[in-house]
Structure formats: C-alpha cells, structure tokens
C-alpha cells in the first residue's frame, strides 16, 4: 500500500504539472483619469453643443457611459480638485475657495471667510491609495491646491510635471504671472499630452499606472489652437446675430455657443483624447485601460460681462451655485462593458470619483479617508444606483463671477440655493424645473424651511466656517 500510495501521488503531480495552464487572472486595470479646466456642461457635442465639435470625446461617449448630472463639489477649481484628490466636501479639506482667491471687493457685507491655501499633506489621497496597491502614480499638469516645491510625492505622485499652481484669470484679459505665461499656455494642452504619453512609453510594464493629466485648457485666458481657429472663425461669421445676454443678479450670461477662440481650445483637447488613445492601443494597453474623463466646475459664461461659453439650457455657470456652475461632463470607458454607449442621469458628485476608481481597479474601499464619496461602480457597469445621500455645496466667498457668499443644497428632487448678501432663498424642483427658472420659496415656505434647516445642520456637523460681518460695511442709502 505504501508503494502504490506513492505511485498515485507522482502521477496526480504529473497530471498537474503537465496540464495545460488556464488563462493567467487578468491584470489589474491602468487609470487614465482627464480632467479638463472649465469645461462646461454644454461644451461637447455628445452633451448637445452644435457649435464646438468633439468627434473623438463623442466616440468615447459613445464606447463608454455619459452621466448627464456629474456635479462638481464646487463652483470653482480648487474646492472641486480638494474633493477629487480626497473624496471629502470642500468643508472639511478646508479649501472652500481657488487659491489664492480674489481681492476682495470694496464695501462687501461679509468680510473674507477664511480658506485653506494648500491641501493638508496628511490627507490620503486618490494617488496614495493607489500608490499603497502597488501602482505607478503619474500626475500630469495643473495642480491648483496650493505651493508644490518638493514635488507630489507626498500626496501619492512619485513622478509628476508641471504641477504648480495657477491663478485665475479675470474674463477675457490676458493677465501674465510666473505659472501661467502666455507662451507656455498656447502649447500646454499638447507638452501635457506629449508627457503623459512617454510616461505611459516609459512605465514599469510590470505594474498597472495610475495617471492624472490635468489639463489648463479652457482656463482663461482663451488661447486659440493653431490649425482649428480659422475653421471656427468662419463658423461663427455664418450665424445669425446673437441674441442679447441673459441678466443674472449682477451679472450677464452668455445667450450662445459662438467663441471661434473657445471652440478651438475645445477641439484641441478632443484631438488630444485622441492621441492618447491611439498611444494606448500601439502600446497593447487600451483593453485593459479605464479613461475617465471629467471638468472640475461649470464653464465660464456668467461675469460682468458675459463669458466665453455657455451652458444652456442649464442657468448661469462657473463661480454659481445654479446648475450651470456645478454640473460638468462625466465620461467613464470601461473596457468590455456591456452597458456600453449608454448614459446615466443619477446623480454623482467629485466626491465619488475616488472610491469608484477604487472599486473599478478591483481595490478595497478606504471609507475613513473618502468620508464624503460614494462608489457609483455598479452604474459605470449598468448596475443600479447606491444609496445617494443628500448633496451639499459651501461656498461662502465673493467670486469675480459676482457671486456672492452663499450654499446650496439637493435633497432628491428639490433644490436650495441660500444667498448671504442679502440673505435670500431660492428653491427649484428638479424634476420639473431643470434649468431653475421658477423659484418655489414663495409659494412653498415649508419645503424651503425644511431644506435649510437640513442644509443648516450639515454645515454645523461638518466644520463648515462661516462668513463674519464686515465691520467696515456700511449699507447703501
């Protein structure tokens, strides 16, 4: 018996050494995540603009799935990036405005609310998480959360380019400073592709990247693409006069899409997109590639006067808490989905984005850091929606859009808009009244009571700070 014990062993071992091997697991998926500066809502063609042509960001569109109601945390860069970077609500990053933020206007009922200059190195990022998996962590372009001297190694990054910070430009001047020459910002869109692409060349091929190219296109301020200007200078000559701007508080809204310089910066990240695609898939890289691409605010069509977009038929835009100034494009190209080509109107925030790509890569979630976002990896796949908490937007700033300080508030359907100079109220229903052209608060005190007290109580919860009077104020006779 011991001897045939033994003869049964050697053969079950030859069996299982000479058999052919199954397929190896497939490897972790690599992230390409894009994001774009002010890019609107409306911008894209696959989002419904006639006017800018996005052949290649519409066929990702189409291979991939569309969220038509991605909010942004915030109305402006910085906030928004805190919360992509974090997965937490502006509030608690501390970084409720762009950095450095604006001088402030004389006279102002509120003195400035104090903001955070630079994302706490303590927070574990996107780039962390990703980094701790065993990935390469690549970071491409603007950064915009505060001074970056020693690199981004420590939020993740072990190799990164061009991460500065940018001030904001007014509408329509050309404003020169050390991060954002005139003659660097013609060609950054192309220098920030051309490195994303030899660090894809250049990686370990051993281990999937994590890449974020964060792109300083379509900023202001606006600088036309060489080979596309022309083509859409002649397209704007053929429209018919444009309608007159749209009043909003103190400020005018954009009626159309019609900047010939605008488009082109458009069109130049489209061309863009599909340069990186094409490098993917010379490098056998794109079936096991997810691409995200995203904005980080409504475009730039609300000013004194009005800006080079617009987002309609959604109101106002960027530095806005109306629909305009927070909901940006979402594009999510999940390799092989079978929901491909569809698109999603669930709402999703900035927030998730951090826990869904931890999901999509096959990674555990790290809810004490993403305290605030919610995994929509189920809908990015044609499953059914999370359990979506109430979304919150704290912007207690003066902005150069003429915003002034307020928040706002989505519970379900319903919609409030709090201002705090002067303290007014807002209320819209979504569902019947996308584009907030009705305001309920009259006629519905209760719903508007009941939505700010909510909102109210989640400032509290959550450290939100508050703008303190100005002693300097003195009110208009």
Same mark, same amino acid.
């Given at each position: ?9 050697? *053969? ?44 290649? *960001? ?5 291979? @991939? ?16 990036? &805190? ?184 069109? =130049? ?27 980080? =605010?409504? @475009? ?10 617009? =987002? ?37 925030? &900035? ?30 796949? @044609? ?86 009077? =100005? ?7």
């Amino acid at each position: 018996m011991p001897h045939f014990a033994l003869l049964i062993g050697t *053969l079950i071992a030859f069996v299982l050494t000479s058999a052919p091997r199954t397929a190896a697991a497939t490897p972790p998926p690599n992230i390409l995540f894009l994001l774009a500066d002010d890019l609107g809502w409306a911008d894209l063609g696959c989002y419904g603009s006639t006017f800018h042509e996005t052949p290649h *960001l519409d066929r990702l569109a189409r291979e @991939g799935v569309r969220f038509t109601t991605f909010y942004t945390a915030g109305s402006i860069c910085s906030p928004t990036r &805190s919360s992509l970077m974090t997965g937490k609500y502006p509030v608690r990053t501390g970084i409720t405005d762009w950095i450095p933020g604006m001088k402030l206007p004389p006279n102002t009922r509120f003195a400035p609310a104090p903001t955070q200059r630079v994302l706490d190195p303590k927070e574990f990022t996107v780039g962390r998480a990703f980094k701790e998996a065993g990935y390469q962590t690549f970071y491409v372009g603007k950064w915009h959360l505060g001074p970056t001297a020693d690199g981004l190694a420590i939020y993740g990054f072990d190799h990164h380019m061009e991460a500065g910070s940018e001030e904001e430009e007014p509408a329509g001047k050309a404003k020169r400073n050390s991060d954002n020459k005139l003659s660097e910002r013609r060609e950054s869109t192309r220098r920030f592709t051309e490195a994303a692409i030899k660090y894809m060349e250049g990686r370990d091929t051993t281990k999937p990247f994590f890449l974020i190219l964060s792109y300083h296109d379509v900023h202001t301020p606006i600088q036309p693409a060489a080979g596309t200007f022309e083509h859409f200078r002649d397209k704007q000559t053929a429209l018919p006069a444009a309608p007159p701007p749209i009043a909003e508080h103190d400020a005018l809204t954009r009626p159309r899409q019609d900047d010939a310089a605008y488009a082109s910066t458009v069109a =130049n990240l489209d061309t863009s997109l599909a340069r990186l695609r094409q490098r993917l898939k010379e490098l056998g890289l794109a079936e096991n590639t997810i691409v995200v691409f995203a904005s980080d =605010n409504g @475009g730039l069509s609300t000013h004194r006067r009005p800006g080079p977009t617009s =987002n309609a038929p959604l109101r106002a835009g960027k530095g806005w808490l109306y629909e305009g100034g927070i909901r940006a494009p979402l594009i999510v190209h999940l390799p092989h989905a079978s929901n491909a080509g569809t698109t999603c109107d669930v709402p999703v925030i &900035s927030t998730d984005i951090y826990p869904t790509l931890l999901e999509l890569a096959g990674l555990p979630p790290r809810p004490n850091q993403h305290v605030d976002g919610v995994s929509v990896a189920a809908l990015v796949k @044609g499953g059914k929606a999370p359990e979506r908490p109430t979304l919150y937007w704290h912007y207690p700033h003066y902005h150069g859009s003429t915003w002034k300080p307020g928040a706002a508030i989505r519970d379900g359907d319903w919609k409030a808009i709090e201002f705090y100079d002067p303290q007014t109220v807002e209320v819209y229903n979504l569902r019947d009244d996308p584009y907030e052209t009705r305001d309920l608060a009259p006629a519905n005190p209760a719903k508007a009571k009941e939505l700010l007290t909510k909102l109210h109580a989640w400032q509290k919860s959550s450290g939100a700070i508050m703008p303190a009077p =100005n002693p300097a104020y003195k009110a208009p006779r």
